[in-house]
């Protein structure tokens, strides 16, 4: 049981806009930034968005951020399929103090 | 460029320590906020954060697995060492070490609030008899 909670899964055809939820607690997402991972089949996980809302460099512009309270979302528009892959929300939880994981979104493109 | 790398044994048994070394390059770990972290992945499953390291020997622990889990640190030789006691065979995972940034505003860094980037490339560690 993971302390975020993600969708496990999701999908969206070429072109379209999904978004993947990510809900926390007062103690994480709620006083803390949230960061986003995209991990391809058969790779380590990579970087997506950092605070909250923040694209690392070479991140296409598709992909955004948001937080609300203690929700957090990410948005891909204009999908593709090279999209496919599972993405994971992250935080700090002032109450463990330890890095917290969402139990990760399985992203299909039909 | 910032690159880690994991290595370790493959396969231990079960009651046994395991012992993992991330050795790094492209930074310090004597640099003011930065951390290496571990975390890890059993197959098909869900990111699992075990624990971090930071610039000022400053160590965090899931409190889960708490009492089982050492982390150090040796800046001389660019290296990050975790050790996990007692593995059982739901230990088999893919363990990754990362780089830690710290989140930086208005002159102030708190390393708590960084994210992993990049990492390494992973290990599979499998526990079975």
């Known amino acids: 049981q993971s302390v975020l909670t993600q969708p496990p899964s999701a999908s969206g055809t070429p072109g379209q806009r999904v978004t993947i939820s990510c809900s926390g607690s007062s103690s994480n997402i709620g006083s803390n930034t949230v960061n986003w991972y995209q991990q391809l089949p058969g790779t380590a996980p990579k970087l997506l968005i950092y605070?909250?809302?923040q694209r690392p460099s070479g991140v296409p512009d598709r992909f955004s951020g948001s937080k609300s309270g203690t929700s957090a979302s990410l948005a891909i528009s204009g999908l593709q399929s090279e999209d496919e892959a599972d993405y994971y929300c992250a935080a700090w939880d002032d109450s463990l103090m330890v890095g917290v994981f969402g139990g990760g979104t399985k992203l299909t493109v039909l | 460029q910032i690159t880690l790398k994991e290595s370790g044994p493959t396969l231990v048994k079960p009651t046994q320590t395991l012992t993992l070394t991330c050795t790094f390059s492209g930074f310090s770990l004597s640099t003011s906020g930065v951390g290496v972290g571990w975390i890890r992945q059993p197959p098909g499953k869900a990111l699992e954060w075990l624990a971090l390291?930071?610039?000022?020997?400053?160590?965090r622990y899931s409190p889960s697995l708490k009492s089982r889990l050492t982390i150090t640190k040796d800046t001389s030789k660019n290296q990050v060492v975790l050790t996990m006691t007692k593995m059982d065979p739901v230990d088999t995972a893919t363990y990754y070490c990362?780089?830690?940034?710290?989140?930086?505003?208005?002159?102030?860094?708190?390393?708590?609030?960084?994210?992993?980037?990049?990492w390494g490339q992973g290990t599979l560690v499998t526990v079975s008899s």
């Open positions: 390291i930071y610039w000022n020997d400053d160590k």
């Open positions: 990362a780089h830690s940034t710290p989140y930086c505003s208005g002159g102030s860094c708190y390393p708590y609030l960084g994210w992993f980037d990049p």
């Open positions: 605070s909250n809302n």
